[in-house]
């Protein structure tokens, strides 16, 4: 992400111009619509081909306020790692543990949504953690260590989803449900970029159809409604 560079950059205790309220739920507030913007613009564009300008300029916060909100760039860039992982974490939630549903059919109903969403922003926007991954040799080096834990941590509920499949006989005994998450995730990131690059569903159509022909080689007999 660029930075905003002007002719000679106060430091933030001394800079005027542009200072936020004292008031602190508005301070919150502000800080807020910050991570917001940040996170739907880096779903579409790089980190390092951003501007804080573009993002100061959306919700209209002067350029001067920056660091009053966030102590360095790279301090922005984890916060907005930590609010898109929260973010998607509870839609995982949301779907993947879903009693309602078959465990494998929340699954696909994930996917579906996820299509959707990628459809209804015309496919501009991919996935925050997959769009830094493939910047990663132009990030600061601590970002690495904290995009490997959003995937491992929806690695893990994603695998947890598998096992209540396993233990209602979705699953065979002998699958290997953390492998299978792992395959899901690393497949699932390749399609988003693809269908992103596309502007298609179609990549997402077809890593699912392959994850669960894939799972099939596992499953028991079971009804197709019932998946």
């Known amino acids: 992400m660029k930075p905003s560079e002007p002719s000679k950059r106060a430091s933030p205790a001394t800079r005027a111009r542009g200072r936020p309220p004292k008031n602190e739920a508005s301070h919150g507030e502000t800080r807020a619509s910050l991570i917001r913007a940040g996170v739907a613009i880096l779903t579409e564009k790089g980190y390092s081909s951003v501007g ?35 973010y998607f974490a509870r839609k995982l939630d949301h779907w993947l543990t879903n009693e309602a549903r078959a465990p494998l059919q929340r699954l696909k109903d994930f996917i579906e949504d996820a299509k959707e969403g990628m459809a209804r922003h015309g496919f501009r926007r991919g996935c925050l953690v997959g769009n830094l991954g493939q910047e990663m040799g132009a990030l600061p ?52 970029l693809r269908a992103k690059l596309e502007h298609s569903a179609e990549p997402l159509d077809t890593f699912a159809d392959g994850f669960f022909s894939a799972l099939s080689a596992h499953s028991h007999r079971r009804p197709a409604s019932s998946v």
Request: with cysteine; aromatic share 16%; proline share 2%.
């Open 141 to 192: 080096e601590p970002f690495r260590a904290q995009l490997v834990a959003v995937l491992a941590d929806w690695q893990m509920r994603t695998a947890r989803c598998l096992r209540q499949a396993q233990q209602e006989q979705y699953l065979a005994g002998d699958a290997d449900c953390e492998r299978l998450a792992a395959f899901f995730w690393i497949g699932w990131e390749g399609a988003v």
């Open 52 to 86: 804080l300008d573009e993002i100061l300029s959306s919700v209209s916060v002067p350029k001067g306020s920056f660091y009053y909100y966030f102590e360095s760039k790279a301090a922005f860039g984890h916060a907005l790692i930590d609010a898109y992982a929260d």
